[in-house]
């Protein structure tokens, strides 16, 4: 057996740290997260997760190729097709793909050349069977940037699948009544929020005009 040499402390320091590009409002809410790891977002059905998911898709397709695997709706239904006129799409289309692959069919597609770099996974409990294949998914590509949508009960995770993704991912985030909050290791300037469409979450407070 051979065995991996143990780190010194100018081994750890001295590594280069990739970090995500963000600015505007994603860099206010995150910072620039680390370019790598699993990001889990929850929320409730009407509370903004799938427009938030778009907006977040967008964001890291000016810099990544994003595979979005849409599992919970098909291709062609109609509010999905609406999310990608709203947060106008086109203007990423070069690196935006959508697709419906099981997991064993994203595990050879993401073996062909030029593989996206951003996996977002619509939902967990659609893709995943058990928490040993999201290990095995997440240690086959530890290198992107994988996320994963889950369902709520409450302000937490539906299902112990979800929960349990939840505990082991890097970033967490709470959609509710249109408003993101980042539960994460990397927060940034505005406390972790993110405001995902402005007038629901007016509304959703009782804001007057």
Request: glycine share 6%; aromatic share 12%.
């Amino acid at each position: 057996m051979v065995i991996k040499k143990a780190l010194t402390v100018a081994n750890i320091q001295c590594q280069n740290i990739k970090r995500i590009p963000f600015e505007g409002a994603f860099y206010q809410a995150y910072r620039q997260p680390q370019n790598k790891g699993v990001w889990l977002v929850w929320g409730a059905s009407s509370s903004g997760k799938s427009s938030y998911t778009m907006q977040l898709a967008k964001e890291l397709a000016k810099n990544y190729k994003v595979l979005y695997n849409l599992l919970e709706e098909e291709t062609d239904d109609s509010d999905f097709i609406e999310r990608t006129t709203m947060f106008d799409m086109h203007e990423v289309k070069d690196n935006f793909l959508v697709a419906k692959y099981t997991l064993e069919e994203l595990n050879v597609y993401l073996k062909k050349r030029n593989p996206p770099k951003v996996i977002i996974i619509d939902s967990a409990t659609y893709f995943f069977k058990n928490f040993a294949e999201y290990k095995a998914f997440k240690e086959a590509n530890k290198n992107r940037i994988i996320i994963i949508t889950a369902h709520a009960q409450g302000s937490n995770p539906r299902s112990e699948l979800e929960k349990d993704i939840q505990y082991d991912a890097k970033q967490k985030v709470f959609v509710n009544a249109y408003q993101a909050v980042c539960k994460g290791r990397t927060i940034g300037p505005n406390g972790g929020l993110f405001i995902v469409w402005q007038e629901g979450y007016d509304k959703a407070r009782g804001a007057t005009e």
